[in-house]
């Protein structure tokens, strides 16, 4: 059955989400607690929390939190929001945001009189948040955040982390201070140990040490894509010092699945940069929005019983999207029919419902 409000003004749509009365925190707690009914995407100890920030373009700079960010993908400045994320990686290999940070540039904060948070407090603060919520699961995020500050707070919450090393990091090694690269570049190819990963081969070197500022022992663990390269494709650092290679590398490889997809699927298929609304509430609203629709796809992948309407299982979020789409394309296809050949509605009068023609 489907339904349709009588109204076919877009304004409607912008007053429910600038003026209405509902709380975003209340809605993302009930989308959180959602997923813990299903165990594909329940939390658990085997659970991933990765944590990335992307750039939402847009094309009014007056949106409020708007402003040029360098996009290094593009090689370019674009007017953007910028968005820190937290993404919960379940074992099942299901994955769904958290919660995220949007960034506000300091002149910005100035001229609004509020408090200025770089990168980092919003990380620690999005860490706080997970740890608050008592969400089980290893913390993992790329080189930007693997850095004294991040890694102590980490440490000091007894939580695990692994993060994507600076290549000129320092680090204490054999009794003198060296950047990780030259730590690499010394380990000779018989030195080097191999781990197969889904039938490909990659070379390992890993030890415990000391980094300056970091107020814990580290593990580090520096890959190669052959045995003889001379440079190493990712350096890697956890607190876990007993953890084995395997599960080191396992962790870190979950960053991209619940970030990157998230971010290409969030702008593919769910609209994560079409809200023009100027407001900071509408443009938050909006992600929340954004995000519910994601979780209520997640929900619906993989299944091991397909829904009667999608007939297969599907298993990524444009397979849903396209599949979503077909249905409701067929039902109103129906409910046009029915309206005219049984309920003998004008044309005019369908196609306004539908809010194809002005009223």
């Given amino acids: 059955m489907l339904s349709f409000a009588q109204t076919t003004d877009q304004s409607c749509l912008n007053r429910w989400i ?5 709380n975003v925190e209340e809605l993302n707690e009930e989308r959180l607690k959602f997923h813990q009914e299903d165990p594909t995407t329940r939390y658990s100890e085997y659970g991933t929390i990765a944590l990335d920030d992307v750039l939402i373009d847009h094309e009014g700079q007056f949106i409020e939190d708007v402003g040029w960010m360098w996009d290094h993908a593009e090689k370019r400045s674009v007017i953007a929001h910028n968005y820190l994320i937290a993404n919960y990686i379940c074992a099942s290999g299901k994955h769904y945001p958290l919660e995220f940070r949007r960034f506000i540039k300091e002149e910005d904060c100035k001229e609004r009189q509020i408090s200025f948070k770089d990168h980092t407090e919003l990380f620690i603060e999005l860490i706080d948040w997970v740890v608050a919520k008592k969400i089980p699961g290893d913390f993992v995020f790329d080189s930007y955040y693997t850095n004294a500050r991040p890694l102590n707070h980490i440490n000091s919450l007894d939580r695990a982390y ?39 081969k990659q070379w390992y070197f890993t030890k415990s040490c000391h980094i300056p500022n970091i107020d814990h022992k580290v593990r580090i663990l520096i890959l190669w894509k052959r045995k003889n390269d001379k440079d190493p494709v990712k350096i890697l650092v956890t607190n876990r010092i007993k953890w084995e290679v395997r599960r080191i590398q396992s962790a870190y490889k979950k960053r991209w699945s619940g970030t990157e997809t998230f971010h290409r699927d969030g702008k ?7 809200c023009q609304l100027r407001s900071g509430q509408s443009q938050t609203r909006h992600m929340y929005l954004v995000i519910l629709a ?66």
């Avoid at 600038?18 to 509902?22: C, E």
């Avoid at 593919?268 to 079409?274: C, D, H, K, S, V």
């Fill in 268 to 274: 593919q298929y769910l609209g994560m940069g079409e």
């Fill in 294 to 359: 994601h979780s209520l796809l997640v929900s619906i992948l993989k299944k091991n019983h397909p829904y009667e309407w999608a007939k297969i299982t599907l298993n990524t979020i444009g397979e849903a999207c396209r599949f979503v789409l077909k249905e409701t394309l067929g039902k109103t296809i129906s409910w046009v029919i029915e309206e005219i050949t049984e309920k003998h509605k004008k044309k005019d009068d369908v196609m306004t419902t539908l809010g194809l023609v002005s009223m």
């Fill in 162 to 200: 692994v993060g994507d090393l600076k290549f000129n990091s320092w680090v204490d090694f054999q009794g003198k201070q060296m950047h990780v690269i030259e730590i690499a570049e010394s380990i000779q190819p018989e030195n080097r140990k191999t781990i197969e990963w889904n039938g490909k």
């Fill in 18 to 22: 600038t003026s209405v009365d509902w």
